[in-house]
């Protein structure tokens, strides 16, 4: 059902910068804020981005979101082993009555 | 701190409903500033926003899902529960529970429970 679409797969060597993009549309997107998930592998998601670019207590600032139009993007600079998960974008949809709807996952992977 | 627990049966057959309850520690349910959510993930699949709970008790539900789903929040207990009826092997997933961070003008989940693993037999 996503309607968010993420490429599947990022990797970089440590130290490096990896960008994901998030493409939506104006009924998501385009009119909302967007936030980001980061999946360990067995465990819950956890909020990396919340509002576009607004990182919650205890985020480092090498990880950022920004957005343009209906597609948004998550970088991370410094790239650290930890740093290897799955990535999930969101936002509001405003169709069909209103939805919150998630992106189809990034695996980032640190070489 | 707040914190989220799901719990409920492991194993639903199928044609039967599932039920879920959070229970938050930490934080009230009663509280207007939150609203409360259900969204899973099956099994090596992505995430899956099922619907949200206000303290009122007004909800909102992910439309494909609208016609077998019911939250209902307990502020009592301060808890909150999901049913989902007349599941199928579709329905295997773990389902987490969280919380609607502030705003009016914003949706974005900042509390999660740990998750829970719900299998619908044959």
């Known amino acids: 059902q996503s309607v968010l679409t993420q490429p599947p797969s990022a990797s970089e060597t440590p130290g490096q910068r990896v960008t994901i993009s998030c493409s939506g549309s104006?009924?998501?997107?385009?009119?909302?804020?967007v936030n980001w998930y980061k999946q360990l592998p067995g465990t819950a998601p956890k909020l990396l981005i919340y509002?576009?670019?607004q990182r919650p207590s205890g985020v480092p600032d090498r990880i950022s979101g920004s957005k343009s139009g209906t597609s948004a993007s998550l970088a991370i600079s410094g790239l650290q082993s930890e740093d290897e998960a799955e990535y999930y974008c969101?936002?509001?949809?405003?169709?069909?009555?209103?939805?919150?709807?998630f992106g189809t996952g990034t695996k980032v992977t640190v070489l | 701190q707040l914190q989220l627990q799901e719990s409920g049966p492991g194993l639903v057959k199928a044609s039967e409903t599932l039920s879920l309850t959070c229970t938050v520690s930490?934080?009230?349910?009663?509280?207007?500033?939150?609203?409360w959510a259900w969204i899973r993930q099956a099994p090596g699949k992505g995430l899956e926003w099922i619907g949200t709970?206000?303290?009122?008790?007004?909800?909102f539900y992910n439309p494909p899902l609208k016609s077998r789903v019911i939250l209902l929040i307990d502020k009592s207990n301060n808890q909150f529960s999901l049913r989902l009826t007349s599941v199928t092997a579709a329905d295997t997933a773990v389902y987490y529970c969280?919380?609607?961070?502030?705003?009016?003008?914003?949706?974005?989940?900042?509390?999660w429970g740990r998750g829970t693993l719900v299998a619908v037999s044959s």
């Open positions: 969101a936002a509001w949809d405003d169709d069909l009555g209103g939805l919150y709807v």
């Open positions: 709970v206000y303290y009122t008790g007004r909800t």
């Open positions: 104006s009924s998501n997107i385009g009119t909302n804020f």
């Open positions: 509002s576009n670019n």
């Open positions: 930490g934080g009230s349910v009663g509280n207007s500033n939150y609203q």
């Open positions: 969280a919380r609607k961070g502030p705003g009016y003008n914003s949706y974005y989940l900042d509390f």
